[in-house]
């Protein structure tokens, strides 16, 4: 179902894969879009159990792409550091395929208090005043992974055996 992945000594392993997705701030959606043209669009999420979470509108480009076509990707970069003397780049980087669903309104409160806690690093009342003024023009959407994988640059393999 899914390509075996080209170069496989480059490949992360599904931990270090799950540690990127942890750590990572913004992440990169692929949908596909209006005239099936690919629509990517870069957000911030949170992940747990392997499943992403982010918040949006209700309505707009990738709402309206999620609605016909559940199908997504998700990439996070983790390193991506240009190494001119080597015409390259030290890179670290997930792919998670999986299928969105968008979730209802009364399911979305504690995905939202997990969102505001990894971004927003305020007393909870402050946070939760925020979270009933604008709850009514969100949507949140879980991204169920079915497949991920993970590639790393070759000199991060040659640090870790120089042999």
Do not use: W
């Not at 899914?2 to 392993?13: A, D, G, S, V």
């Not at 949170?46 to 209700?58: L, Q, R, S, T």
């Not at 015409?87 to 395929?97: E, L, N, Q």
């Not at 169920?144 to 000199?155: W, Y």
Request: proline share 4%; glycine share 4%; hydrophobic share 35%.
């Amino acid at each position: 179902m899914f390509r075996p992945m080209r170069r496989k000594n480059q490949e992360l392993t599904f931990e270090d894969n799950i540690e990127i997705l942890k750590k990572g701030k913004t992440g990169i959606l692929a949908v596909l879009g209006d005239n099936e043209y690919p629509y990517t669009v870069p957000l911030n999420y949170f992940y747990i159990d392997n499943k992403i979470y982010f918040h949006c509108a209700k309505s707009g480009h990738k709402i309206d792409a999620i609605r016909k076509n559940t199908k997504v990707s998700f990439c996070v970069i983790d390193k991506d550091d240009i190494v001119p003397e080597k015409y390259g780049t030290d890179y670290k980087s997930v792919i998670a395929f999986g299928r969105a669903r968008i979730m209802e309104i009364d399911e979305m409160m504690p995905f939202i208090r997990m969102f505001t806690k990894k971004y927003c690093p305020f007393d909870k009342e402050t946070i939760q005043k925020t979270i009933d003024k604008e709850f009514k023009l969100l949507c949140m959407v879980e991204i169920n992974i079915e497949h991920i994988t993970g590639k790393q640059a070759i000199d991060y393999i040659r640090k870790k055996d120089p042999s």
